[in-house]
């Protein structure tokens, strides 16, 4: 039975910074923590940071690895909107989950419509990693209507090691998530994919109660094998819900970027690409990619490659088709600078928002710095981010700096997520006038969108900056929302079929938009 820690020994507390005087500062939001930095220790143990969520009232939720001296574990942190600790949220602003005595590996946090919060990684159960998931009320108690009193691991193959790679919540409620076996060599996730050539991957789906939803493709799971050293990283949802994944596969020398499509019953469409997969690139050595698909279905993978210390980013876009519209290889080039772990990517307008961090080799003690860039879109580096085209935050001088994950908030700041040293998790967050100059940033975030349209259970309006009223054709307001999100979620479940105006403050002024529920 996983146990929560309630009596953990952790020292959480925010560190105050002597930030340096490079006029980094500028760029940051002074309201944030202090000047724009927020850090977090926990006493003696070693701290991974993983994922960073926002909430619609605007607090920030951060899951991470914790290692103590006896096993790594699950932690749950909760921040106030101005970077301070919430101390409602369970003890001190953590909760710490011990499942087996063993080691556990978050991986994704996600938080629902209804605003309840999805933990998602691995757990050893029985000598063998299983899929495994929590699911909290928004106080930080866990949701007994979830699995086994709010906690659930899930086993495919018999004597495997069951890894997660990502998850995203569908309009339903359902959870849609990809991730892999492995039967030999590690219970580490990621050395099980270099040591291991006999994978199989997995797209499967849980229901709202955590069960796995039997009824998707064949008896519950889309099995890829691993004939050609096939990993899938990623996965994300179109507008009517079908399944977009994307990984790589060994070439004769380079490896290959792939993007596959499944219909929503988890058979693969043939209409997609060649027979339901795309190639779209090839590079010596993957550093990172991600996978989004926006509101007109257009699907967008970002890859971080290259060799022999030059690395490249590169951006594809592809049709609901398959087809390759655009392949974005960008000029700014990092000589000896290489850009490492997750490298989260904000379109706007033709301009990529870039948040990462930096690794650099004529660096003597190999330290790295967190960094937000702009590229056009000829791919040279842009000169709008604090009028340089870049920001190196230099959190901890002589350590090394990582970023491992970002958010863009409904006010477009960028909140980014990262370590400094091996015990303190930092955050970072960027003024929303990084950007100051560049109006077709501005104006492109701040059109109002909703997504899907016609909904039937919940719904995306993205480009607000304030409240959020949706009026039924009487006048009347049957629902308010105030995100702070860039995309706000609203739970569209309880409303009648018909029409709806949704009202969206943004810096425009007030936007209607028609919507209908069905």
């Known amino acids: 039975m996983p146990e929560m820690k309630t009596n953990f020994f952790l020292l959480f507390s925010i560190l105050y910074l002597a930030f340096d005087a490079l006029g980094q500062n500028q760029c940051l939001d002074a309201s944030f923590g202090n000047a724009g930095i927020v850090q977090a220790t926990f006493g003696n143990d070693s701290i991974f940071p993983k994922s960073i969520a926002l909430q619609q009232d605007g607090k920030i939720v951060v899951g991470a690895d914790i290692i103590s001296a006896q096993n790594r574990d699950f932690i749950v942190s909760r921040f106030n909107a101005d970077g301070s600790v919430d101390t409602n949220f369970g003890i001190n602003g953590n909760i710490v989950w011990d499942f087996s005595n063993s080691n556990e590996y978050l991986k994704k946090i996600l938080i629902q419509t209804d605003g309840k919060i999805l933990i998602g990684g691995n757990s050893m159960v029985a000598g063998f990693q299983k899929y495994t998931f929590i699911r909290l009320n928004t106080d930080g108690s866990l949701d007994f209507t979830f699995g086994l009193n709010g906690k659930i691991s899930h086993e495919i193959d018999l004597n495997s090691h069951h890894f997660l790679q990502d998850m995203v919540i569908s309009n339903t409620g359902k959870i849609a998530i990809v991730g892999h076996t492995s039967i030999c060599c590690s219970d580490e996730p990621q050395l099980s994919i270099y040591w291991n050539s006999d994978i199989i991957n997995y797209i499967f789906f849980l229901n709202t109660n955590g069960d796995m939803d039997s009824t998707f493709s064949n008896y519950g799971t889309f099995q890829l094998l691993s004939n050609n050293y096939e990993v899938i990283n990623n996965i994300a949802l179109t507008q009517n819900q079908d399944i977009i994944f994307t990984g790589y596969r060994n070439g004769t020398t380079w490896k290959n970027i792939f993007v596959g499509k499944l219909h929503q019953n988890g058979n693969l469409d043939s209409s997609f690409g060649n027979n339901g997969f795309t190639e779209i690139s090839s590079a010596p050595i993957i550093i990172d990619k991600q996978l989004f698909v926006d509101e007109n279905d257009k699907i967008f993978v970002q890859i971080n490659a290259g060799d022999n210390g030059v690395y490249a980013f590169n951006l594809s876009k592809l049709s609901n088709l398959g087809a390759v519209e655009i392949n974005y290889i960008s000029n700014y080039v990092f000589l000896f600078e290489m850009i490492k772990k997750n490298f989260n990517t904000f379109l706007s307008n033709g301009s990529l928002i870039n948040l990462s961090d930096s690794y650099n080799y004529h660096d003597s003690i190999y330290a790295g710095d967190f960094k937000l860039f702009t590229l056009n879109n000829q791919g040279s580096l842009a000169s709008n981010v604090c009028g340089q085209g870049e920001i190196f935050v230099d959190v901890a001088p002589g350590a090394e700096d990582q970023a491992v994950d970002a958010i863009m908030q409904m006010d477009n700041k960028f909140v980014q997520l990262g370590s400094s040293g091996i015990n303190k998790i930092t955050l970072i967050r960027y003024l929303n006038t990084v950007f100051a100059g560049n109006n077709e940033i501005a104006d492109k975030i701040n059109i109002a969108k ?35 999100a860039i995309t706000a979620s609203v739970d569209a479940s309880n409303l009648a079929n018909g029409l709806y105006i949704a009202k969206i403050s943004t810096a425009n002024g007030t936007e209607s938009v028609k919507l209908t529920k069905r």
Do not use: E, R, W, Y
């Open 450 to 484: 909703i997504f899907p349209n016609p909904a039937a259970h919940s719904l995306n309006i993205k480009g607000g900056s304030g409240q959020i009223q949706i009026v039924d054709v009487l006048g009347k307001t049957v629902a308010t929302v105030a995100p702070k």
